[in-house]
Each structure stands twice: as C-alpha cells, then as structure tokens.
C-alpha cells in the first residue's frame, strides 16, 4: 500500500471533519513538492506572497507538468484546458467537456490583462463606482427571507440547518440578483449541485469513475451554459434593473462583454454564487453551537457579527483550497525553487491557522484585532462576490442565533462533503424547543 503524503490525507475524506492538525504538520515545510510535480504551499507569509505575485497565473492552460492522482494513474495529458469557478473566496474546476468545443474561461481562470478587462465589465453593473448600492440595497430583502424561512420551522423539534435555512437564502439571491425567474430558481439550483458533485472527485476514485463523473458534469454545464444564453436574449430584448441586465446593455469603459464571456460569467456567478456561501452560513453555525459563550453573546451583541464573521472566515472558511494555480516562471520563495509550468497549490485554511501571523490561532475569537485572513482569497483575484457572501452570512447568523430557542447539535462531527476544497456539512441536524416571534 502507498503512503499517503500529507496533502493526499488532507484530500482523504477520512479527515474531512477536522484536517487542521495536518495543516499543523504541513506548515514545518512551507512548501512541499508532491509525485504529481504539484508544489503545496501552506504557510501564510509564502501564501500572500504567491496570491500578490505576477508570476503565478490562474489560466491552467499554461500548466505544463503532468497530473497525476495518488494511485499514480495519469488523468491528465499537458496542455489541459479547465474552467474554474469562484465565490467568497472560492475557486473549483469545472469539467473539460470531453469535445471539440472549449468552454470559454472565466474571468476567474485567465490572467492579466484579460482577467482585468474582465473583471471591471463584471464589477461596472454590481459594485462602485457605477453601482456603490447594489449589495446594500439587497438587506431588507435578506433579512425578510431570513426569516421566512425561520418562520417554516415552527413547530419543529429538529431542523437541516443546510436544506432548511442555509441552502434557500443564497440561491434565492444570487437568482434574483441575475434576474432568474422564481419559477427557474429550483432547476438552477439543481444543475449548480450536480455540477458541484461531479467535480468534487474523490482521490480513491478509479481513473474510470472520475471519468464518467467529469463527462456527466460537462454535459450538466452545457445544458447550464444553454439556459443562460437564453436567459441573456430575453433580458437584451427586455432589460431590467437585474444584474445580467447590466452586464447586457450597462456597459462601462471597457465596452460591452461579448456574448460568450456574459454566459461563462453568469454561470460562474451561478454556480458559486450560492455554493460556498452555504458553506459559510453552515460552518458558522456549527463554529457558535460548539462556542456557546460567543452564541450568547451575539443574542445580546448583535453588532458584533461583523468581526464575527471575519474570525470565522479565518477559523473556518468555505474555500480551504486554492487548487487551480500554475507557475509561470521558475520561483524562488520559502527556501524552494517552484519550475516553470508547475501546478501551484495554496492552502488558504492553513495559512489562516499559521501562529507566525495569528497568535493562538486555534481558537475561535470573534474580538481578534489585525485579522487579515485569507476567507476570501488576496490580491488581483480576490473574491468578487466576498461583499455579498458577508452581507448574508451577516444576516443569516444574526437571525438565527435571535429567533432559534435552545438550538443543540444532533451529530457531532456532522457528516460532511466530500470536497476538501470547497469544505463544509452536507446536513446540520440541530434540536430546538421553539422558535421565537
């Protein structure tokens, strides 16, 4: 039997519920060289250094090492051409397609000057200077769906803090911020999940089954791809003050996105949209039930959910990993020299833990003062939705910590996903006496 690295037990769903002592270990050798010629980084310091340095790209294309899984059986040949996707901070591949046809990158996976060009025709129609209102106009409407669906648990004594409560929040508004139509929301969402699952590959999996899961996964992408183009010709024909509506017809400098770049945009936006902010609403509820002093607190502090929510991107982010970054130089750093063409990959989570920048850094503190965590990523890539991922994470915990009576962890630890990178419960079961008016 082959021994696992250190990184390869991190990916091993056996230590899903709590990899942090491997990040511990990890950290006595900032930078690892894996079999596959992946070089892991794991160190806070190398990590901000690497996220701020021009000589790491995100278009994997450029990657010119071969990729190998655990078992040494080859999945990819050099070049490959992935997708990615990213929310809060968070960056997953999505599946090559298997055919001819290249799914136009994202704005997450290129490098400058694309990205840049990209990235402001994104940000003109959602964030300043054009739209400085967008996300805070949204928080009477968080705030209500919050609580009606809080309201649907009355009369229960257990509740799915995932299915019931954190699921139906971020999707509902990340649709209504594209302009997606109530009534498509639900298959949305279910294309966006079974996206998720068939690149969510398990390293046990055989060569074979991960396979047949990436090309399942490309054909759920394609069909996600083809409503979206149709969604964009109707809001062209009819625009609204939605925010596919902007990327359409409210263009800024730069001129208007092309028609591909708006799909692959849109469905990023989609996909990631609601993903990892799931994880976040259920990692900070799970982080308050297993902290019960700081869950007192906020029911009569409820301001102190703004550094709340910053401790727990560091304590526990949604987006552990950074597995989609390739080296397009030779690199120096951490007493390693990184070749030219490598697979790069940043541990966020670890570095978030690193005690040469956080003093006790396994405790959870929601007073931490100098918090610069890596929950959302850093430098020119940092999360483009990281404002809205907080507004409802803000929102979310406040009202369920103020109307759930007794709330009390079921499981423990719960069962969770299987992605290490995109890490969090895939159920919550949590006991309540009540829930308050």
Not at 233 to 246: A, F, Q, V
Request: contains cysteine; charged residues 25%; hydrophobic residues 35%.
């Amino acid at each position: 039997m082959i021994q696992q690295s250190l990184y390869e037990q991190v990916l091993d769903y056996a230590n899903r519920a709590n990899p942090y002592p491997l990040y511990a270990q990890l950290r006595q050798t900032p930078i690892t060289r894996q079999t596959d010629g992946s070089y892991v980084v794991s160190t806070y310091r190398e990590i901000v250094s690497l996220l701020h340095d021009p000589r790491i790209g995100s278009d994997f294309r450029k990657r010119s090492v071969r990729e190998r899984n655990p078992a040494g059986s080859q999945i990819n040949q050099e070049p490959v051409s992935e997708n990615q996707a990213q929310e809060a901070g968070a960056e997953v591949s999505s599946p090559n397609q298997g055919s001819e046809t290249e799914v136009v990158p994202s704005f997450i996976g290129l490098d400058p000057p694309e990205h840049d060009r990209l990235r402001r025709q994104a940000t003109w129609p959602f964030g300043p200077p054009h739209t400085p209102g967008r996300v805070a106009e949204m928080e009477p409407q968080l705030i209500r769906l919050a609580n009606q669906q809080i309201d649907t648990m009355k009369g229960k004594a257990s509740i799915d803090i995932v299915e019931d409560f954190a699921y139906p929040i971020p999707v509902t508004m990340i649709s209504e911020l594209l302009g997606v139509p109530y009534e498509d929301q639900p298959h949305l969402h279910a294309l966006s999940e079974a996206i998720i699952e068939g690149i969510d590959l398990d390293p046990q999996e055989s060569p074979e089954e991960r396979k047949r899961r990436q090309e399942q996964s490309g054909q759920t992408f394609k069909e996600l791809e083809n409503y979206m183009e149709t969604l964009i010709e109707r809001h062209r024909k009819k625009p609204g003050s939605d925010l596919l509506s902007g990327l359409v017809i409210d263009y800024g400098p730069d001129g208007p996105m092309s028609q591909a770049d708006i799909v692959s945009t849109a469905s990023l936006l989609l996909i990631a949209g609601h993903e990892t902010t799931v994880n976040l609403i259920t990692n900070g509820m799970l982080t308050l039930l297993r902290h019960p002093d700081v869950l007192e607190r906020l029911q009569h502090e409820p301001n102190l959910v703004i550094r709340l929510v910053e401790e727990l991107l560091r304590y526990e982010p949604p987006v552990q990993i950074l597995p989609n970054r390739v080296a397009l130089a030779d690199i120096n750093i951490g007493g390693t020299t990184i070749l030219k063409g490598s697979p790069v990959i940043l541990l966020l989570a670890s570095g978030n833990r690193d005690s040469a920048r956080f003093p006790d850094p396994d405790k959870f503190d929601p007073d931490r003062r100098d918090n610069m965590h890596l929950g959302f990523g850093s430098g020119i890539h940092y999360c483009y939705g990281a404002p809205l991922a907080r507004l409802e994470t803000q929102i979310a915990l406040t009202e369920l910590v103020r109307r759930l009576e007794n709330p009390r962890l079921m499981n423990e630890p719960p069962t969770y996903r299987q992605s290490a990178t995109l890490r969090g419960p895939r159920h919550l079961f949590v006991e309540i006496d009540g829930v308050r008016d």
